[in-house]
């Protein structure tokens, strides 16, 4: 089981900035699938983006342009620059990880670092 550690939340302005960085242990890193999902309030844990072994992206639409997922597989850390920022992007962004052949929501989860978007 890969522990994991988020930080970079906090409160932002709409259309300020923020990254977030999670950091992994373990030896297996690199061959993870890492994701980046939110719960906003009363709502379900939904994908923001993920990003697989070999560095190719996938985010979701409602971020496109905006949420950039990159990983740094030396450093066991996966990011998440987010540009743009909009009040409907508050919520605890959990980080996760999962070997290949584990389903997607399934692996290991960080305790989720908050994003409050407000003026």
């Known amino acids: 089981q890969v522990q994991l550690v988020e930080s970079g939340g906090g409160l932002v302005q709409p259309g300020g900035s923020l990254k977030l960085s999670c950091a992994a242990s373990?030896?297996?890193?690199?061959?993870?699938?890492m994701g980046w999902y939110r719960q906003a309030p009363g709502k379900q844990r939904d994908l923001v983006a993920d990003?697989?072994?070999?560095?190719?992206?996938t985010n979701v639409d409602s971020v496109k342009g905006r949420f950039t997922i990159s990983r740094d597989n030396a450093k066991n850390t996966v990011y998440l620059e987010m540009n743009s920022l909009k009040a409907e992007d508050t919520g605890v962004y959990y980080c996760?990880?999962?070997?290949?052949?584990?389903?997607?929501?399934?692996?290991?989860w960080g305790q989720g670092t908050q994003v409050t978007v407000s003026s």
């Open positions: 373990g030896t297996m890193f690199s061959i993870y699938r």
């Open positions: 990003i697989d072994s070999n560095g190719t992206p």
């Open positions: 996760n990880a999962r070997h290949p052949l584990i389903l997607p929501r399934g692996g290991s």
